[in-house]
């Protein structure tokens, strides 16, 4: 691999193998979530089928976190049990021949509140606005100010606690990396995540994450970034 971090054919089209069985898996999940059943149930069938379907394993420690667990960016999953009305944010990914996938989504189980509602929409507006900035030769800072001013914009920017996004391949963090003090340039053939979030402690949490190829603009993923609600 390149010092820029520009990915080869091969090395594409196994991180897009990698991102179906993500996509795989998450399809799975949304098919056996149901009231009760534990973050760590979830973060453990999610490892189960990852390598069932091929993968060699995770590409990191998977993160479900219900409800205001999901005001923690990096949440372990616990014994905590799932209810009506919490979002539920799962963050994920798989190994394939050594390169890594990366995926995040939040959907809501039950009926949400207003401010729920309009977080989600915040996030997923900006999580958009960034998508249409990554592309070769702009400022990894520009790509992070088009998520991080409009979540401003909204009210929340003291809750945006983290970069927009980092460069995917062997390492599921690597080079190069989107926030607002990065001195780097997007390439075309560079792989990175674009993932917003908002996180508002004690109540809840909101992100939505997809791996682009920098030049392409199309996200790996085929599942919708639109607000899923799922029901008992």
Avoid: W
Wanted: proline share 3%; net charge negative.
């Amino acid at each position: 691999m390149q010092n820029d971090h520009i990915k080869s054919a091969e090395e594409i089209a196994l991180m897009r193998r990698a991102a179906a069985i993500t996509d795989d898996v998450y399809e799975y999940i949304l098919g056996i979530v149901s009231e009760g059943v534990t973050e760590a149930a979830l973060a453990d069938a999610i490892y189960r089928k990852t390598v069932e379907l091929g993968a060699s394993g995770v590409s990191f420690d998977t993160i479900v976190a219900f409800g205001e667990s999901g005001a923690e960016p990096h949440h372990v999953p616990t014994d905590k049990r799932l209810q009506e009305g919490m979002f539920v944010t799962i963050d994920m990914g798989a190994v394939v021949e050594g390169l890594c996938s990366d995926f995040t989504r939040t959907f809501a189980f039950g009926d949400i509140d207003e401010e729920q509602r309009r977080v989600y929409d915040t996030v997923y507006e900006a999580q958009k606005l960034a998508l249409s900035a990554v592309a070769d030769g702009t400022a990894c800072r520009a790509a992070d100010a088009a998520a991080r001013d409009h979540i401003a914009r909204c009210g929340y920017g003291e809750f945006y606690i983290h970069g927009t996004g980092h460069g995917v391949g062997t390492e599921i963090h690597e080079p190069p990396t989107l926030n607002a003090k990065s001195e780097e340039t997007l390439a075309a053939g560079q792989v990175v995540t674009v993932e917003p979030g908002i996180y508002l402690p004690g109540r809840m949490g909101v992100r939505i994450e997809d791996m682009v190829l920098v030049g392409e603009g199309r996200p790996f993923s085929r599942h919708t970034t639109e607000l899923i609600t799922l029901r008992q």
